[in-house]
């Protein structure tokens, strides 16, 4: 009896292993069935995607996407053929399709004139440039030249014989580069704009020629009287009134009289001899 009871437990310890073993196989033969078919789709999916990827490369390097045209808007200060240059220059390689459009941007904005610039595509052979451009405000005198600068105080460029230019000229312009400067000379460009309107409404601007606002507190305006220029202090109000007056006081006196103060109760004459 003893004997069949070993016999019995050796069998039955066979028997588990085997059963084990099968379920091992088994394990095994289903991670093999899931992760072999995996390898290769994923090895197909590999190669369609680089095929995909090398034929967009292709067809976007080829000459059907070469620049062509260059569609310009918003341009007027600007040299329209330096732009045109950039945009070919920067686009010669790539096509219009890979064209580094930041960098176009980037070059144009460059220009003075550009305050802003857009820059895309129209596929297949085109690059369109957008500008918004500075607009020119003032004529400011400096070292003896005269510039264009817009109300921001950006100094735009010299200001060409043919341009047509406001009827007075600003001085007193700080050109030191520091914020104070930049910001006074905002707060000049503002006061630029409030005379000529001032003095438009009330046909006074063209017997202006230049206004000097170094002292935004007490701006002077040069005016032609008797063939001489006469400078009217007007202060820091009044400015139609006070030049009207300052006008009057100097009228038919310009080869005798240097200047007029009207910033006080009463106007003080500076003589030219004096």
């Not at 069998?11 to 394990?27: E, F, H, N, V």
């Not at 003032?138 to 200001?159: F, S």
């Not at 707060?187 to 000529?196: A, D």
């Not at 202090?233 to 006070?242: H, I, V």
Request: with cysteine; proline share 3%.
């Amino acid at each position: 009896m003893a004997r069949k009871r070993r016999t019995t437990k050796r069998k039955t310890g066979t028997t588990a292993r085997k059963r084990r073993t099968t379920r091992s196989k088994k394990s095994s033969s289903k991670i093999a069935n899931f992760f072999v078919p995996m390898f290769f789709i994923f090895c197909i999916l590999f190669c369609l995607g680089l095929l995909m990827f090398m034929g967009y490369r292709t067809a976007t390097a080829s000459s059907f996407f070469d620049i062509e045209t260059v569609e310009l808007k918003g341009v007027e200060n600007i040299p329209q053929e330096k732009i045109e240059a950039i945009v070919k220059t920067l686009t010669v390689k790539t096509g219009v399709w890979n064209a580094d459009l930041d960098a176009i941007k980037k070059e144009v904005k460059k220009f003075k004139y550009a305050k802003d610039v857009s820059v895309s595509r129209v596929l297949p052979d085109s690059i369109q440039v957008i500008v918004d451009e500075r607009d020119p405000k003032a004529v400011v005198r400096l070292d003896g030249k005269d510039y264009w600068v817009d109300e921001e105080a950006t100094i735009l460029g010299r200001v060409n014989s043919e341009d047509k230019r406001p009827s007075f000229t600003m001085f007193g312009w700080n050109d030191e580069d520091t914020e104070k400067a930049k910001e006074n000379n905002k707060k000049r460009i503002q006061l630029y704009l409030e005379l000529k309107k001032e003095w438009q409404e009330y046909d006074l601007a063209d017997r202006v020629v230049a206004v000097n606002l170094a002292d935004l507190k007490d701006p002077e305006a040069v005016v032609v009287d008797s063939g001489e220029n006469v400078t009217i202090s007007l202060g820091k109000e009044k400015f139609k009134k006070r030049l009207q007056e300052g006008l009057e006081v100097i009228a038919g006196k310009g080869n005798r009289v240097q200047g007029a103060i009207m910033s006080g109760v009463n106007p003080i004459i500076v003589y030219r001899d004096s």
